[in-house]
Every structure is written in C-alpha cells, then in structure tokens.
C-alpha cells in the first residue's frame, strides 16, 4: 500500500529513490527478523522503486487518456450543436444543468460533463 502512495504522490526521481530508501528501511527496522543482508536490501529497495516508477508512468497514462476522452466528447459536442441553429449550444446547456437522479445528493453534476 506504501508504494501505491508513493507512486501516486512523487512525479521526481529523486524524491522516489528516498522515499522508497526509507520505506525500505523502515520495513526492516520493523521486522522481527531484523535487518537483512545488504544484498537483500538493496534488491527490496530497487523492487519498491521500480513498482513507484511503474505507478507513476501508469497514472500519468490514466490522466492523459482521460484528457484525451473530454477532448474528444468536447469535439463531438461541438459537431451537434453546430449542425442546427435550433439545437445550437444545447450541449453546454445541458452541461451546466444535467444531473445523474441515482447519485447520492441526486443533484450530482455528471462527471465527464463536468469537465467540459
């Protein structure tokens, strides 16, 4: 789970090597069995390292994609509405007043509209 945060919370290198040094380290400290050879650390304290690195590629992927998807329904949008001058700006409109009735307030602003 540490490294889940790790991943998400560090985009530099560097901050990654020491933080996953000292969750490492802090590991081992814990462990009843003491502190392992320096072999076993240093492989513990590069595994932990590359799954952050891992972690941080992936989310940057996750926004990026997403970015791209509210582009695209943006683009699609704008293509409706400027088909017809009756239906001109209907998706901004709806944007501003649309709601999902089985969110929990039942007054929730659609996710995906909410960031066009």
Not at 72 to 87: E, G, I, K, Q
Not at 104 to 112: E, I, K, S
């Amino acid at each position: 789970m540490t490294m889940v945060l790790i991943g998400f919370a560090f985009e530099n290198k560097l901050l990654q090597v020491i933080a996953t040094g000292l969750v490492t380290l802090l590991r081992f400290h814990f462990s009843p069995l003491g502190m392992p050879e320096l072999e076993v650390f240093l492989l513990a304290w590069v595994t932990c390292f590359l799954v952050s690195c891992s972690l941080s590629v992936l989310i940057k992927r996750y926004l990026r994609e997403r970015k791209n998807v509210v582009r695209l329904t943006n683009a699609l949008a704008n293509v409706l509405d400027s088909r017809d001058s009756y239906t001109a700006n209907h998706s901004q409109m709806y944007n501003k007043t649309g709601v999902i009735p089985w969110s929990p307030g039942g007054d929730a602003c659609f996710g995906l509209a909410a960031e066009l």
